[in-house]
Each structure stands twice: as C-alpha cells, then as structure tokens.
C-alpha cells in the first residue's frame, strides 16, 4: 500500500487549497477512503471520507460546508478541496484507505497572513 499526499503549501485566511492523494498497492475502487490530520502538540483527527464508488461523503463538524472530498477512482485518486480557511486548519494532511493501516507522508497546510 503507497499513498502520497500533494498540494499542501501556505495559504491566507480565507483561501484555499486543493490537495491530492495518490494510492496504490490495492484495490482503490472498492475502498473508502479518508483524509486526516495533525496539528502541533495535537492528536491526529479524523477530517472526512467518501465511499468506494464516491457516492458518499461525511465530515468533521469543524471542516463541514467548507471543505469537500472527492475521487477519480480511473486515477486512483482522491481529493480535499479545501474552502474558506482558518489558521486552525494548520496541520498536516494525511490521506487513509478506511479499514487500513497505512499512512502516507503527508502534506503540510500552513493557514497564516
């Protein structure tokens, strides 16, 4: 199981950011999949996560109607599209296969004027 995180980078309040996770080494069209994430001196928490065929999504409370999940399971791919955010949002991203036990490196989101 590979997975690696992109698109994480600095960004004002209020921007946005788009981030990417490319997976492999398993059977991604039949996998939820999930993103999470780690701020500084925090615990890693759960950000959101869509079903296998994307029909279905469900988020944190702290990121809902801001923030949304998306694949291309042609691409084996699975997106964050990351809308209005705040210097709380700091942390870095991690993409999860649900039910698996693979991390990737993540990607830093740095939310900062």
């Known amino acids: 199981v590979q997975l690696v995180e992109s698109g994480g980078g600095l960004v004002q309040p209020g921007g946005s950011l788009r981030l990417s996770c490319a997976a492999s080494?398993?059977?991604?069209?039949?996998?939820?999949m999930s993103w999470y994430r780690q701020a500084p001196g925090k615990e890693r928490e759960f950000v959101g996560m869509?079903?296998?065929?994307?029909?279905?999504?469900n988020y944190a409370d702290s990121v809902k109607g801001r923030f949304t999940i998306s694949r291309d399971n042609a691409k084996n791919m699975v997106y964050l599209q990351m809308n209005g955010l705040k210097p709380e949002d700091t942390a870095v991203y991690y993409c999860?296969?649900?039910?698996?036990?693979?991390w990737g490196q993540g990607t830093q989101v740095t939310v900062s004027s």
């Open positions: 999860k296969r649900i039910g698996g036990r693979s």
């Open positions: 080494g398993f059977t991604f069209r039949s996998s939820g």
């Open positions: 869509i079903t296998s065929a994307g029909g279905s999504t």
